[in-house]
């Protein structure tokens, strides 16, 4: 760790960088290409951290982690499996309509744990499928990949999602068709509305993307105006694919702002939040920081410094409003680098010299949690989880040399849903 410490900023960016995405590719099978939700024995793959992995194959060619030959295999044994995987209606298909369920067998490609068909989990493959599309331009196997990715964005039913109205369902399942809850306040589903919005076969109606935003809150908190999301990671997965700087939608013209500017007001409220730490939790400040979603303790509540304390387990972690039970997320920071440069690297560098357990093998763990002690010098997440690696690869990537935004700008169907959404100006 020490050796980590002593490494200049470039190096040490592209150093975790790299450890990032090995675990996209130590985590896949051989067979399908699916990746692993976590690193845990016995994990399923996760059509999300498929997504990410997708979206890194073209980072590790260009930064010869792989060759590009290699990355394209790797891409296109991925592809085949989704096109010809069953697509079916009953409950142990590995999709429907286009749509995936959101865990699957890592070996069979089968829907696991009864999870639901999954729309934002869909989409994040979906903008997985349509970088592999951007990248790989050449002849031969690399001609396959974009007819193939073509083929399965063109396939999903994102109308039959909307299920006849005018908003926009979380999933389905077999068992009970449509889930009863849609998407409320702003958060990580604006990749989904515009990949709804551009498709070329079954788009999502106009409406549904205005009637999501007449959910935003607009708040002042912590002395800052910001379109309000508690945990980070809402404001940065769909920035790993889109460049949202100085393009605005109708919400973002009156407030005179755009979704990037609003991921920066939304850091800065993260590292007041540190800052002021309001329940006393032990290890916050301005430079340690990164309430998200993740994994956390599960254990009894306690008394502690006067305090009682609950713990959550894997939660989705918000600020200001919470839930927070001491939990941070040690990857969150390092990954708002294409946003707050000087505040993500002072973080960074701050936890690897005082929490050094958090980065094993050059990559951090989902969740630490200082305020529980423990041998560990507080409690430490198991293993890693492929979001977490794939996100930062993907930042990381941005930061540097804006690969995966250049890739996805040159997108149609992305132009096309972002100027039905009502997205002017910058580069579109």
Not at 15 to 40: C, E, H, K, M, P
Not at 393 to 399: I, K
Request: glycine content about 10%; some cysteine; hydrophobic content about 35%.
């Amino acid at each position: 760790m020490n050796a980590l410490r002593q490494l200049s900023d470039d190096l040490l960016v592209k150093r975790l960088q790299r450890a990032a995405f090995s675990y996209l590719v130590d985590y896949t099978d051989a067979n399908t290409g699916l990746v692993a939700d976590t690193s845990r024995p016995g994990s399923p793959s996760s059509i999300a951290v498929v997504g990410f992995a997708l979206s890194c194959y073209p980072v590790a060619a260009q930064n010869g982690w792989l060759s590009r030959r290699e990355a394209a295999d790797r891409t296109l044994k991925v592809l085949r499996f989704f096109l010809n995987s069953r697509q079916s209606e009953e409950g142990d298909a590995t999709g429907y309509k286009g749509f995936y369920y959101h865990f699957l067998d890592m070996k069979s490609g089968k829907r696991v744990w009864q999870c639901e068909l999954s729309l934002i989990d869909t989409a994040l493959l979906m903008a997985g499928v349509l970088v592999a599309a951007g990248y790989f331009n050449g002849s031969g196997d690399e001609s396959e990949v974009r007819d193939h990715a073509d083929a399965l964005y063109r396939r999903v039913d994102w109308r039959w999602a909307q299920n006849g109205t005018s908003g926009l369902s979380q999933g389905w399942k077999p068992e009970c068709g449509f889930l009863h809850y849609g998407w409320e306040g702003y958060n990580e589903a604006t990749i989904l509305y515009v990949l709804g919005l551009g498709s070329p076969t079954f788009p999502l109606a106009a409406s549904c993307y205005e009637t999501w935003s007449l959910t935003y809150q607009w708040e002042n908190l912590l002395d800052r105006n910001v379109l309000y999301s508690g945990p980070l990671f809402t404001h940065l997965f769909s920035h790993a694919w889109i460049d949202f700087r100085g393009i605005r939608d109708a919400f973002m013209r009156e407030k005179n702002s755009d979704y990037f500017e609003n991921t920066k007001s939304a850091i800065a409220i993260h590292r007041e939040y540190g800052e002021r730490n309001p329940y006393a939790f032990e290890g916050y400040s301005r430079d340690f920081w990164g309430v998200t979603a993740g994994d956390g303790p599960s254990v009894a509540a306690l008394h502690q410094s006067g305090r009682d304390r609950r713990f959550y387990g894997y939660m989705s972690r918000g600020v200001p409003y919470g839930p927070d039970d001491g939990t941070i997320s040690p990857w969150a920071m390092l990954a708002t680098l294409p946003f707050a440069p000087e505040a993500a690297l002072s973080g960074t560098r701050r936890l690897l010299e005082r929490y050094p357990q958090v980065c094993h093998e050059d990559r951090f763990s989902s969740g630490f949690n200082p305020t529980l002690s423990g041998e560990a010098g507080g409690w430490l997440s198991e293993g890693w989880y492929g979001l977490d690696q794939g996100l930062l690869a993907m930042s990381l990537e941005n930061h540097r040399t804006g690969l995966i935004w250049e890739i996805v700008r040159g997108c149609g169907y992305v132009r096309d849903g972002l100027k039905r959404a009502g997205f002017e100006g910058g580069w579109l």
